[in-house]
């Protein structure tokens, strides 16, 4: 059993909607050590103080996570027990807008007039959920269930469209888009994190269903803004990182990458001889972002999607399914791309992309990086080394050569 995390205390620096500053609550505890999820503070704060908050972002943090002491700037509308706090509030050009004063009120705002579109009127107040650097989230009270109301950074911004034009499929079923903001129905039922054997099985099944669709149509997804994951493409994206990040790793890690990335034109030649097309790639496939119950769930979080080889998504599944489960599913998965593409090699082509998909996620989390502000570094720092250093450890054992 993995140790405990450490409990979460937080700090709350108040403003008012339009940026005043009003100063700092006592520190409190909240149950969740989580950093992203703010519906713990919200309720704290409002049965410890009487204050009713919205958190907008993260001002300082420690290296890891999660838990920790962490201070959020959250958003007020009159004072309360504020004690005076000697920080300073910098702007920046990468802030997400809900993590500007006032940017949550103008997303609830947008969020009712889409509901009104739609017949369809709160019954409640909107509850916070979730916020950081990759997304806000928020449940929405309906006469009749509730809808669920999201916010991504631009370079997610193909989530809305993707789930548009998917919407016959497993996916979360879409009420509005605009850009960054979506507005979700909600799923029935829980988050599967701990799925039966039957139920990993289907969600291979929905995947390879969903990714056999897209195939020959790489130009389409391009069209809707996801990133482009191909061969020549990923690799010079995974040279790039590698000359960046792997400066951090020891010597020997580092000579280990520098030889796969020279090697990298040779791997995607003998990762074309496969037969497997690139194809719509989910980009963060696990148990935990299906929801439902029994084997009727959805496929959640499209905002990770790319284009590329199918088998990326493997790897991640894979590494949360223990041991002979796992096999069992590897062959699943095997077996469903003959069928697909008759004459194909899926076991080859997933040896060869082992490395790939490692060094890919070192690839997505240096790209969070030099795309939000310095103060939410924090939730990423380590992750494009780790992946690095993954990588090399794949490859030092003989994965994918």
């Known amino acids: 059993m993995p140790p405990q995390p450490p409990p979460r205390t937080v700090t709350l620096v108040l403003v008012t909607p339009g940026g005043e500053l009003v100063g700092a609550l006592p520190p409190f505890e909240v149950e969740s050590p989580w950093w992203p999820e703010a519906q713990p503070v919200v309720r704290t704060a409002r049965d410890r103080h009487g204050l009713e908050v919205t958190i907008l972002r993260l001002l300082e943090a420690p290296e890891s996570w999660p838990g920790g002491a962490v201070t959020y700037l959250a958003e007020v509308e009159s004072g309360g027990p504020a004690q005076p706090w000697k920080g300073r509030l910098d702007d920046h050009p990468l802030r997400m807008p809900w993590a500007r004063p006032g940017?949550?009120?103008a997303d609830m705002a947008w969020a009712r007039r889409a509901l009104a579109d739609e017949?369809?009127?709160?019954a409640g107040d909107p509850e916070q959920i979730r916020s950081w650097n990759l997304s806000s989230l928020w449940r929405l009270p309906l006469e009749e269930g509730s809808a669920w109301f999201k916010s991504v950074p631009p370079f997610f911004e193909h989530e809305g469209r993707l789930l548009e034009v998917q919407a016959t499929g497993p996916v979360p079923r879409l009420i509005a888009?605009?850009?960054r903001r979506m507005l979700l129905h909600e799923v029935p039922g829980e988050d599967l994190h701990e799925p039966t054997s039957e139920q990993l099985l289907r969600m291979v099944d929905q995947l390879v269903e969903l990714?056999?669709?897209w195939l020959g149509?790489?130009?389409?997804l391009l069209a809707l803004g996801l990133p482009d994951w191909r061969g020549p493409a990923l690799a010079g994206a995974i040279g790039d990182v590698v000359r960046r990040v792997g400066t951090a790793l020891p010597a020997g890690q580092r000579r280990v990458l520098d030889a796969f990335v020279a090697g990298l034109?040779?791997?995607l030649a003998l990762l074309a001889d496969c037969g497997l097309p690139d194809t719509l790639v989910h980009g963060d496939f696990h148990p935990g972002n299906?929801?439902?119950?029994g084997t009727d769930f959805v496929l959640l979080d499209w905002g990770d999607a790319g284009v590329g080889q199918?088998?990326?998504d493997e790897q991640a599944m894979l590494e949360r399914v223990p041991g002979a489960q796992g096999q069992t599913l590897r062959r699943h998965w095997q077996r469903l791309w003959h069928e697909v593409v008759p004459g194909s090699d899926p076991l080859r082509a997933a040896f060869l992309l082992a490395p790939v998909a490692a060094a890919r996620q070192a690839v997505i989390y240096q790209k969070f990086l030099d795309n939000i502000e310095p103060s939410e570094h924090p939730y990423h720092r380590h992750d494009p080394a780790d992946w690095l250093r993954r990588t090399a450890q794949l490859l030092t054992r003989g994965a994918g050569r």
Request: aromatic letters at 0%.
């Open 177 to 179: 888009h605009d850009g």
């Open 265 to 267: 034109p040779q791997r």
């Open 217 to 220: 149509r790489s130009g389409e």
């Open 211 to 213: 990714q056999a669709r």
């Open 310 to 312: 199918p088998l990326l």
């Open 119 to 122: 017949g369809l009127r709160l």
């Open 103 to 105: 940017g949550p009120a």
């Open 290 to 293: 299906h929801r439902g119950s």
